[in-house]
DNA sequence: CTAACCCCATAGGTCACATGTATTCAATAG
DNA sequence: CTATTGAATACATGTGACCTATGGGGTTAG
């Protein structure tokens, strides 16, 4: 019948526990701007505050370090440090920024990242992708063309993120493979919000059947740089959003 | 006399504290694959193990979770997570990666990443750099022809390594400029194990010179080229160490 | 003005105990 | 024999009381 992996793309319980909860609370605060860099918390304090033991509390504090987000020290505090030290490519990270008030920058950022990386993923995934994974790349595609009309927005995301997964994987990186997470961000960010209010362009969709095809016949430099055209219009369409 | 950051790459203190001692046993542990995909963990044994209290070893399980490295889960234990699941952009797991068997492996991907990322980082840096960054660029390019030849590989690395941050921060993207850390341990790693036991080749080093004249020139295309250029040369001679 | 010194706020660490929850397995029903 | 139910169990999770160590900052002595 359906698909297997069909289901509605949950998190698997990351949010269980209290110190989860916690988690939930101050990262999007931090890096919301909430606590400016320099601002100075006290563990005591954020038990309190959040009404959890000290130890639920260190914690957090605990992987909110290991983030960068934070620095912890004696006699000091847990001391909120500036942007430039957070650990950006953190899946977390970037969900909090996502969600929070400089959602703008963020996607530019992610999107640029993509401009770079995508296109050499493509050529890569021409030279070493399976069999197997060209067929799903073909099917994705073809997915893509039979949702782009009608209004049916949340079946073409669905293909759409597919289809640069399967790139980044077929790219043999794992570097690569482990940007899948931010592609989905991106893209889904970008149908809830701003753009895409109305149907995909056709032209977008016809370029992501012809990088099937390249990979397909193993033509590198064409996949790459059809790639590259979709990533370029990707940021055109930024451009065009939030001048 | 010597500049002020002469003194040898130490980390800010992060080994302070018994969790980051755990850490800093089990995340090297659990890169290298000594402890399987699938090998459980119970905290309690971690805390006798390493003789540390509870605490501790929950603390450090949390951050290890927090990398994906593991998941935790009741009435079963820490469970170790397969490769494709880690946080492969987290600097500490590059580090611990770096360090352990499969150098090659990381080595290779990071190097790919590279031959993405900084041919783009430095079409925007000539778009974007501030006088001041052009000047540093000057400035590192000039003194990597001045330690090029003599075996001075030290010294020569540290102004590679600057260069290449600064290409990476003049880009103006935060998520191209949180990469000079990757960079940095690349080319930290490529000069003391594997290649380069002579004096680096004099092509390569003109080309960071002629990188730094593009993108003072604001000639966005040709500093991307010839940066192209220089991340091919890093490829082939990994390939040629170990094809 | 500088250097040595001491105080104490705060993180760091330990322990004992209580709670909750998924897995497992056996007993029972169908 | 299979399926459902339910209790036992093992582990993480959470809490509070307690002690230790350290580094920032004020104070004093030179």
Redesign the pocket.
Known sequence: MSSPQAGPPEQP?RD??????LLAALGPAITAGEYPPGT????????ARY?????????A??VL?SMHLVV???????TVLPPEQWNVYDPQVITWRLAGADRGRQLRSLTVLRSAVEPVAARLAAELATPRECAELTEHALGMVATSRGHQLENYLVHDIAFHRTVLRASRNEMFARLGDVVAAVLAGRTHHDVMFSDPRQEAVTLHVRVAEAVREKDGARAESIMRTITEDAMAELDVLAP
Not at 51 to 59: G, L
């Open positions: 319980a269980r526990g209290l110190h989860a909860r100075v918390l006290r563990t005591e304090e954020l038990a009404e959890v033991s000290r130890t639920v509390a260190r914690e504090v605990r370090e912890s020290r004696r006699r000091v505090g847990v």
